[in-house]
């Protein structure tokens, strides 16, 4: 199956920092997701980034297929952003997504 | 915004016990998944099922596990004899014919004693 590494595994920043989060795979995809655990272990969607950029607000993703990897930026981070992140993409011919093992955010007052 | 939406929110069951977790998945959505998450592992896919029928399983989704749509909104993930290691979150999920985004439930926590 597809191997998917997220990067860094744990992050601290104080509030209203930036950080990029990394998601790289093994392999033709046609589908990626971005999601946002949080600690109430709901999984909230943030994107559908198969390919391409896309901006929601103070987050912003990036993917480029052809060289097998995806970024998540938050700017000017919040203690609401606190949870693990999920890069989730799909094989093509598969059906089903391959999580990472997330990046682990806390942002500190 | 419409939402998957899972029953029960969380139960306790005794090892070797019968477990069935339901889900409402999105109306008009055609794609239905099941995913699990042991604590503070990652969310590792189960099935997917579309048109009556699984699509795809993965190696976890084993003889204990099935699943089913017994009416035109429900889908259902039974396990039958259930394991101590089985204690974790459920995820149901959905996907329309035409998009692509899938869609999460908030998730069902089966604690196995």
């Known amino acids: 199956g597809i191997q998917v590494e997220q990067s860094p595994p744990d992050l601290i920043l104080q509030e209203g920092a930036n950080s990029t989060l990394r998601c790289n795979f093994s392999?033709?995809?046609?589908?990626l997701q971005w999601f946002h655990q949080n600690p109430w272990g709901q999984l909230i969607n943030l994107f559908y980034i198969p390919s391409g950029t896309k901006q929601n607000g103070r987050l912003s993703a990036t993917t480029v297929a052809t060289e097998r990897y995806s970024l998540l930026y938050i700017s000017s981070s919040q203690t609401t952003d606190s949870g693990v992140y999920f890069c989730?993409?799909?094989?093509?011919?598969?059906?089903?997504?391959?999580f990472g093992k997330g990046t682990h955010l806390i942002i500190q007052p | 915004e419409p939402e998957v939406t899972q029953t029960p929110s969380h139960q306790v069951t005794q090892m070797g016990q019968e477990v069935i977790l339901r889900c409402v998945p999105i109306?008009?959505?055609?794609?239905f998944y099941w995913y699990r998450q042991i604590l503070g592992q990652k969310v590792e896919f189960l099935v997917s099922f579309y048109n009556n029928e699984i699509s795809e399983k993965s190696e976890i989704f084993d003889d204990q596990f099935s699943v089913e749509r017994p009416d035109g909104s429900n889908f259902t993930l039974k396990i039958r004899s259930t394991k101590l290691e089985d204690s974790a979150m459920y995820f149901c999920?959905?996907?329309?014919?035409?998009?692509?985004?899938?869609?999460f439930g908030e998730g069902s926590w089966l604690t196995v004693v």
């Open positions: 392999d033709s995809v046609n589908n």
């Open positions: 109306s008009n959505h055609l794609y």
């Open positions: 999920a959905s996907r329309g014919h035409s998009g692509n985004t899938i869609y």
């Open positions: 989730a993409p799909r094989r093509r011919g598969a059906d089903g997504l391959t």
